[in-house]
């Protein structure tokens, strides 16, 4: 498959590195003391109540926040210079659902950068175009105006665009939050398929089930990074009770989050 | 051949024809640009560029130096004055431009106000005089219009990604900011030499109307350009056609030929119009397979 072709030459050392990371609006330090590495081949799951910093976090990952203090390596290299190993899925809300483009000039929209200015698509964009929405489940839907769709299939267009970068970063902003089981469960399939071949996954999540489940790694947040490291060691409700403060109710079955939402 | 004549017989006249060709360029262009300022929502944006190039168009014609250059640099001036002044989180973006846009038209009236001829001058200014505009008007319309048309065309696919989604095109690294300006630029010049035409207070409605009539008629982004462009052209022939006969103000009445095709629009438009969506909630079996699925 060419969506792979990243895998040929796929860099050894660690995929992405926090060093005393601090990410600010004006004066306000949203996030801070952030010390993390992590490598190719794992989904870590990004963890903390509303407000710790995790789209903060994941924004300066990406290169649209500056880091206050310390900082962010892609592969060695910083954000900004590291478009071409990014996949990255953005909060809906930031997005303009009502601009008329179909399903399919969205998925294409993740070839923008690549391309480079002044060049129009090819069919081979194309293709990979209609691959991404076919590994999503929306090929059926490649017409559709997208301000159409429910917020499942909004989830999993925008993830498709993110495949169709093609990066070997795989930035993922709450891609669970309010979708349907059948989102849930193609999107979980496709992080799994991600990691199997050689990606990171970085992905922020409310849902600590799923975390547990899914995630070889962790990093808990609350304003600052409480802990990291493998699921089973960070998944404890010392751990928990710390990220969430007296918010998290932990029972003997699984554990549940009082945000005020539910 | 009495309809046959109705039609040709102003167009006899040289500045009726230059006139058309006028209204006809503006009416593409404004639909264009105005497909963007309807989709980013920048409404408010478009009236404070109409009313902010006001002071620079009256200190060029009193220093007698080009106006598109007088306009758009006070476009220019605006739009990063804008950008400045929300820097303080205690100014919204929109008092900002509601401060700035107000502020610089006062200071258009203050210094056209020192012309002798000013009520004349100010009134052209503000409602517009397309028949009174000269082979060279016509000249820089076209050369404004190759530019406009050039840079939508060659950066198609960055600007819809920045209007798309904004934080994808900047994780992207594309330069969101420079897009923005360089959309707010085209803006602006577009709304230079449609003051010519239609005037400071009409511009508004040339960028968003024939733009939301579209809007109404197609769920894609090229095809709502080409219909806001025709939409804007037919209302400029249609409307100095009207101007002619009934001897009333051009500018008023383009503006109120294309206020008419919104609300045809509005209340036709095969699927998002006020009857055909009246229609299929009264007939759901029937016309919901015919039309398709809707939300």
Same mark, same amino acid.
């Given at each position: 498959?060419?969506?792979?072709?990243?895998?040929?030459?796929?860099?050894?050392?660690?995929?992405?590195?926090?060093?005393?990371?601090?990410?600010?609006?004006?004066?306000?330090?949203?996030?801070?003391?952030?010390?993390?590495?992590?490598?190719?081949?794992?989904? #870590? =799951?990004? /963890?903390?109540?509303?407000?710790?910093?995790?789209?903060? @976090?994941? &924004? +300066? *990952? %990406?290169?649209?926040?500056? $880091?206050?203090?310390?900082?962010?390596?892609?592969?060695?290299?910083?954000?900004?210079?590291?478009?071409?190993?990014?996949?990255?899925?953005?909060?809906?809300?930031?997005?303009?659902?009502?601009?008329?483009?179909?399903?399919?000039?969205?998925?294409?929209?993740?070839?923008?950068?690549?391309?480079?200015?002044?060049?129009?698509?090819?069919?081979?964009?194309?293709?990979?175009?209609?691959?991404?929405?076919?590994?999503?489940?929306?090929?059926?839907?490649?017409?559709?105006? #997208? =301000?159409? /769709?429910?917020?499942?299939?909004?989830?999993?267009?925008? @993830?498709? &665009? +993110? *495949? %169709?970068?093609?990066?070997? $970063?795989?930035?993922?902003?709450?891609?669970?939050?309010?979708?349907?089981?059948?989102?849930?469960?193609?999107?979980?399939?496709?992080?799994?398929?991600?990691?199997?071949?050689?990606?990171?996954?970085?992905?922020?999540?409310?849902?600590?089930?799923?975390?547990?489940?899914?995630?070889?790694?962790?990093?808990?947040?609350?304003?600052?990074?409480?802990?990291?490291?493998?699921?089973?060691?960070?998944?404890?409700?010392?751990?928990?009770?710390?990220?969430?403060?007296?918010?998290?109710?932990?029972?003997?079955?699984?554990?549940?989050?009082?945000?005020?939402?539910? | 051949?009495?309809?046959?004549?109705?039609?040709?017989?102003?167009?006899?006249?040289?500045?009726?024809?230059?006139?058309?060709?006028?209204?006809?360029?503006?009416?593409?262009?404004?639909?264009?640009?105005?497909?963007?300022?309807?989709?980013?929502?920048?409404?408010?944006?478009?009236?404070?560029?109409?009313?902010?190039?006001?002071?620079?168009?009256?200190?060029?014609?009193?220093?007698?130096?080009?106006?598109?250059?007088?306009?758009?640099?006070?476009?220019?001036?605006?739009?990063?004055?804008?950008?400045?002044?929300?820097?303080?989180?205690?100014?919204?973006?929109?008092?900002?431009?509601?401060?700035?846009?107000?502020?610089?038209?006062?200071?258009?009236?203050?210094?056209?106000?020192?012309?002798?001829?000013?009520?004349?001058?100010?009134?052209?200014?503000?409602?517009?005089?397309?028949?009174?505009?000269?082979?060279?008007?016509?000249?820089?319309?076209?050369?404004?219009?190759?530019?406009?048309?050039?840079?939508?065309?060659?950066?198609?696919?960055?600007?819809?990604?920045?209007?798309?989604?904004?934080?994808?095109?900047?994780?992207?690294?594309?330069?969101?900011?420079?897009?923005?300006?360089?959309?707010?630029?085209?803006?602006?010049?577009?709304?230079?030499?449609?003051?010519?035409?239609?005037?400071?207070?009409?511009?508004?409605?040339?960028?968003?109307?024939?733009?939301?009539?579209?809007?109404?008629?197609?769920?894609?982004?090229?095809?709502?350009?080409?219909?806001?462009?025709?939409?804007?052209?037919?209302?400029?022939?249609?409307?100095?056609?009207?101007?002619?006969?009934?001897?009333?103000?051009?500018?008023?009445?383009?503006?109120?030929?294309?206020?008419?095709?919104?609300?045809?629009?509005?209340?036709?438009?095969?699927?998002?119009?006020?009857?055909?969506?009246?229609?299929?909630?009264?007939?759901?079996?029937?016309?919901?397979?015919?039309?398709?699925?809707?939300?």
């Amino acid at each position: 498959m060419a969506e792979l072709s990243f895998l040929s030459s796929r860099p050894r050392g660690p995929a992405v590195e926090f060093s005393d990371v601090a990410v600010a609006y004006n004066d306000y330090v949203a996030v801070q003391d952030v010390t993390a590495a992590l490598h190719p081949g794992t989904i #870590v =799951g990004l /963890l903390g109540p509303n407000g710790a910093g995790k789209t903060t @976090l994941l &924004r +300066a *990952l %990406v290169g649209v926040l500056p $880091v206050a203090h310390g900082t962010i390596r892609i592969h060695d290299t910083a954000p900004r210079e590291a478009w071409h190993h990014l996949s990255y899925l953005p909060q809906q809300e930031e997005v303009n659902w009502d601009f008329p483009v179909s399903v399919f000039d969205v998925a294409l929209m993740g070839r923008v950068r690549a391309l480079g200015w002044l060049s129009l698509p090819r069919a081979e964009d194309r293709r990979r175009a209609e691959r991404a929405l076919g590994r999503v489940g929306m090929e059926d839907f490649a017409a559709r105006q #997208v =301000g159409q /769709l429910s917020r499942g299939q909004r989830q999993r267009v925008l @993830l498709a &665009r +993110a *495949l %169709v970068q093609d990066g070997d $970063v795989v930035i993922l902003d709450e891609p669970l939050a309010g979708v349907d089981t059948t989102t849930q469960e193609a999107v979980i399939g496709l992080l799994h398929e991600l990691r199997d071949q050689g990606a990171l996954v970085l992905m922020s999540t409310h849902d600590l089930a799923v975390a547990a489940d899914v995630c070889d790694q962790l990093l808990c947040l609350n304003r600052r990074l409480i802990a990291s490291g493998p699921t089973r060691t960070v998944f404890v409700p010392d751990v928990l009770r710390a990220t969430y403060g007296s918010t998290l109710a932990i029972f003997s079955e699984g554990v549940a989050i009082h945000d005020g939402r539910r | 051949m009495a309809a046959v004549d109705a039609v040709l017989t102003p167009l006899q006249l040289g500045f009726l024809q230059r006139g058309m060709l006028e209204a006809v360029l503006i009416g593409v262009l404004c639909g264009i640009i105005g497909t963007y300022v309807v989709l980013r929502r920048m409404a408010f944006l478009g009236d404070a560029m109409a009313h902010a190039v006001f002071p620079g168009i009256v200190i060029a014609f009193l220093l007698r130096v080009d106006l598109l250059l007088g306009g758009l640099a006070f476009g220019i001036l605006t739009a990063l004055g804008i950008g400045t002044v929300s820097q303080n989180r205690r100014v919204s973006a929109d008092s900002a431009i509601g401060v700035l846009f107000v502020g610089a038209f006062a200071l258009g009236v203050v210094l056209i106000s020192s012309i002798r001829s000013y009520v004349r001058d100010l009134a052209s200014i503000l409602l517009g005089d397309i028949l009174g505009v000269t082979a060279q008007d016509v000249g820089l319309t076209m050369a404004v219009g190759c530019l406009v048309l050039a840079a939508v065309f060659l950066f198609h696919k960055e600007l819809s990604l920045v209007s798309f989604d904004r934080d994808m095109a900047d994780a992207m690294g594309l330069p969101v900011a420079a897009l923005d300006i360089g959309l707010l630029v085209l803006l602006s010049l577009v709304v230079i030499v449609s003051i010519q035409a239609v005037g400071t207070i009409l511009v508004l409605a040339m960028l968003i109307t024939p733009a939301a009539t579209a809007r109404l008629l197609t769920e894609r982004l090229v095809p709502t350009m080409v219909i806001a462009a025709a939409v804007g052209a037919l209302s400029g022939v249609a409307g100095l056609y009207a101007s002619y006969y009934l001897n009333v103000a051009s500018g008023g009445a383009i503006v109120l030929v294309a206020t008419a095709f919104f609300f045809l629009a509005w209340l036709f438009a095969p699927r998002y119009g006020l009857v055909g969506r009246r229609l299929r909630r009264s007939l759901p079996g029937v016309v919901h397979g015919a039309v398709g699925r809707l939300p």
